[in-house]
C-alpha cells in the first residue's frame, strides 16, 4: 500500500508563493507517475502537474510557467513549487501516485490508485 502526504498548504495573498511537498512510501520515486491535482468545491479533481512513468513533465496550461514539479529521489518526496498565486489557485491539492499510468493517461485521475489526503491552499487579498 502506496503511502502518500502532503504538506506546505496555507492561506497566501494573491502574487505570493508557496511550496508544497509529497511525501511518500514508494521505493524508487523515480519508477511511478506522480501527479498534483486539485479540487475544489462542486468541481472534478483537475490536473495541475506531474511526472509521467518515464520522467516526462507535465503541466496544465492554467499554470504553465508559475508551477515548478521537482522530484527528489533520495527523499522520496515530490514537491510543487507555486508563483504568481491567484484566487483561481485556491482548492485541495492532492498528491497521486501510480505505477501501472501509461503517459497519455497521466494527467487524468481516473488511472492514479494511491491518493494523499489533500493540503488546503487559500489565495486572498
Known amino acids: 500500500q502506496v503511502q502518500l502526504a502532503e504538506s506546505g498548504g496555507g492561506l497566501v495573498q494573491p502574487g505570493d508563493s508557496l511550496r508544497l511537498s509529497c511525501t511518500t512510501s514508494l521505493s524508487t520515486v523515480g519508477r511511478y507517475a506522480v501527479s498534483w491535482f486539485r479540487q475544489t468545491p462542486g468541481k472534478e479533481r483537475e490536473f495541475v502537474a506531474g511526472?509521467?512513468?518515464?520522467?516526462?513533465?507535465f503541466y496544465a496550461d492554467s499554470v504553465k510557467g508559475r508551477f515548478t514539479i521537482s522530484r527528489d529521489n533520495a527523499k522520496k518526496t515530490v514537491a510543487l513549487q507555486m508563483t504568481s498565486l491567484n484566487p483561481e489557485d485556491t482548492a485541495v491539492y492532492y498528491c497521486?501516485?501510480?505505477?501501472?499510468?501509461?503517459?497519455?493517461?497521466?494527467?487524468?485521475?481516473?488511472?492514479?490508485?494511491?491518493w494523499g489526503q489533500g493540503t488546503r491552499v487559500t489565495v486572498s487579498a
Open positions: 511526472f509521467s512513468r518515464s520522467g516526462g513533465i
Open positions: 497521486a501516485a501510480g505505477s501501472t499510468v501509461i503517459t497519455s493517461a497521466t494527467r487524468s485521475p481516473e488511472a492514479y490508485r494511491s
